[in-house]
């Protein structure tokens, strides 16, 4: 992996969201956003490994999935912000001395990341493909976890509205086995974070039932 250009990266994203519009208006999510990019792209970079892409790229793109935080979003931001930041990302590309056609495969995966859709052509590679999964595998481990039960105001819910959570994560979680991901590899990692989530709000399922009264089991 060439880390010179990787450090470029990690430097010209760290200025990109040091006081971006959006950050300033909600600085509690400065460093969310930062190392949510970090682990996107170590995950990236695992499916690089895995599929035989090249690595130096599937980080950057990592990296740069979400760079637009660093701006104003207004009304149709979230949705828009994969294609802002491919817009943001280009630029940067271009002066890493990346080829054309490498830079185009980046920039249409960031776009797309969001939404599935691109505001110019290109190819639905699986390279392109694996910036959402990556992003997406990011959304399933131990951190979103504690991320979720806290803002969901679990601790605080009564008795009864925490079973129901449970229960209702559960029947999602088990609707989400038959996702498709782009690769192999990243599909091995969607088990494997999905069934460590499972296993998570089963256990906590059978704590919560454990919790109210003594069960006579055969």
């Avoid at 190392?35 to 892409?53: C, D, K």
């Avoid at 828009?80 to 002066?95: K, V």
């Amino acid at each position: 992996m060439d880390e010179a250009m990787v450090k470029q990266t990690e430097e010209f994203l760290k200025r990109k969201l040091s006081g971006g519009a959006y950050l300033a208006a909600h600085p509690e999510a400065e460093a969310y956003r930062l190392e949510h990019s970090y682990r996107v792209a170590n995950i990236a970079r695992r499916i690089a490994r895995g599929e035989g892409f090249d690595e130096t790229e599937m980080t950057i793109a990592g990296l740069l999935h979400d760079v637009s935080y660093c701006e104003d979003f207004g009304p149709d931001g979230w949705k828009e912000h994969g294609r802002r930041a491919a817009r943001i990302a280009c630029p940067f590309l271009e002066t890493l001395g990346l080829p054309a056609d490498r830079i185009d495969d980046i920039c249409y995966g960031i776009a797309i990341h969001v939404d599935d859709e691109a505001d110019f052509p290109g190819a639905r590679t699986a390279f392109a493909l694996s910036v959402g999964d990556a992003d997406n595998l990011d959304r399933f481990d131990a951190y979103r976890i504690h991320e979720s039960l806290q803002k969901d105001g679990f601790l605080g819910l009564p008795f009864e509205e925490k079973t129901a959570y449970a229960a209702k994560r559960l029947a999602r979680l088990r609707e989400l086995r038959g996702v498709q991901m782009a690769t192999g590899t990243a599909a091995a990692i969607w088990d494997e974070r999905l069934s460590f989530y499972i296993t998570f709000y089963e256990k906590l399922a059978a704590q919560l039932e454990d919790s109210t009264e003594i069960r006579f089991v055969p």
